[in-house]
Nanobody, 122 residues
Framework: QVRLVESGGGSVQAGGSLRLACEGSGSIFGRYCMGWFRQVPGKERQGIATIADNMRTDYAPSVEGRFTISRDNTKNTMYLQINNLKPEDTAMYFC????????????????WGQGTQVTVSS
């Protein structure tokens, strides 16, 4: 069982930056694929970025260049640096973990946090 807690969301103006964090429980955190997802009301959850246990990263084309995913296994924490925020980035951001697959497909992840809200004003 993996427990995930997100933090770092908030309200910012367009062009600003945020750093989201996802702290996980468990001594085997480093063995999991970790991912960031986002969702707006009425729409499907969207994969943003993943980072594998070997540090390989993958990004959705819509965010590549502005979003950076990273992890610090010594702190059981994953991060998402978001630069040049746009109003269309407004969403609830979730982190997720899985011990098997590493992809941008939400259905492939077994463990989820509760989410942190990001709101970007123009």
């Amino acid at each position: 069982q993996v427990r995930l807690v997100e933090s770092g969301g908030g309200s910012v103006q367009a062009g600003g930056s945020l750093r989201l964090a996802c702290e996980g429980s468990g001594s085997i955190f480093g063995r999991y694929c970790m991912g960031w997802f986002r969702q707006v009301p009425g729409k499907e959850r969207q994969g943003i970025a993943t980072i594998a246990d070997n540090m390989r990263t993958d990004y959705a084309p819509s965010v590549e260049g502005r979003f950076t995913i990273s992890r610090d296994n010594t702190k059981n924490t994953m991060y998402l640096q978001i630069n040049n925020l746009k109003p269309e980035d407004t969403a609830m951001y979730f982190c997720a973990a899985d011990s098997w697959r590493c992809s941008l497909v939400p259905a492939n992840f077994a463990y989820w946090g509760q989410g942190t809200q990001v709101t970007v004003s123009s």
